[in-house]
């Protein structure tokens, strides 16, 4: 079945630093890649996606390039800032089956001033 | 929109006690999702409806979870009766694929549920 993998945590940067947290997938058919943030107390929301091989996603300075050759999607980010602390979760979703996402276990990222 | 909205967003009860939780998905979205999410166990996907239709129940850990949806805005999920090990946050989500955004989930802030 369909599964992601994620970097475990917690990563821990000073502010400004640049961020990458690994993400590799597999799947059966071509999903649709996720990356979604979760800040304290809430709910995860969708930070960006890809929908098919080389597509970049990006927002809020964080981006990830869906590379299907090595079934990654890594999220990158040049300068992060204390308000980035979260949980990333990775995520596919196949678009040719059922729907339904799997998500990775999340990554904590801590940001020290 | 206001977005997915889940009450109560705490909840603390006894074990043995009835627990229903309470989810108001986005207006116009057709597939409703019940998740669960743990330090040990992660992210955990119990139950999802579309069109107010539950799909796939595989999720749900046994039979004291129990899960309806009796219209279009608006679910349910019940622990009945409730133990500790119930304890987590529980988040519900929607999505919508007429959106052209398929395969987004929008989630809900979630409920914090302490059972003692």
């Known amino acids: 079945g369909d599964s992601v993998t994620q970097m475990e945590g917690p990563v821990t940067l000073s502010e400004e630093a640049f961020l990458t947290i690994n993400c590799t997938y597999t799947a059966t058919g071509y999903p649709s890649l996720f990356w979604y943030v979760q800040y304290p107390g809430e709910g995860l929301q969708l930070l960006l996606k890809?929908?098919?091989?080389?597509d970049k996603g990006s927002n809020k300075g964080f981006e990830a390039t869906y590379r299907k050759e090595t079934t990654s999607f890594h999220l990158e980010k040049g300068s992060v800032q204390v308000s980035d602390s979260a949980v990333y979760f990775c995520a596919l979703s196949d678009t040719g089956g059922s729907y339904i996402p799997t998500f990775g276990r999340g990554t904590s990222l801590i940001v020290h001033p | 929109d206001a977005g997915v909205i889940q009450s109560p967003r705490h909840e603390v009860t006894e074990m043995g006690q009835e627990v229903t939780l309470r989810c108001k998905p986005i207006?116009?979205?057709?597939?409703l999702f019940w998740y669960r999410q743990t330090m040990m166990r992660g992210l955990e996907l119990l139950i999802y409806?579309?069109?107010?239709?539950?799909?796939?129940d595989s999720g749900m850990p046994e039979d004291r979870f129990s899960a309806k949806m009796p219209n279009a805005s608006f679910s349910t999920l019940k622990i009945q009766p409730s133990e500790p090990r119930d304890s987590a946050v529980y988040f519900c989500?929607?999505?919508?694929?007429?959106?052209?955004?398929?395969?987004?989930?929008?989630f809900g802030p979630g409920t914090r549920l302490t059972v003692l």
């Open positions: 207006s116009g979205h057709d597939y």
């Open positions: 409806f579309n069109n107010n239709v539950p799909i796939d």
């Open positions: 890809a929908t098919k091989a080389d």
């Open positions: 989500a929607s999505g919508g694929r007429w959106t052209g955004d398929a395969d987004t989930q929008y």
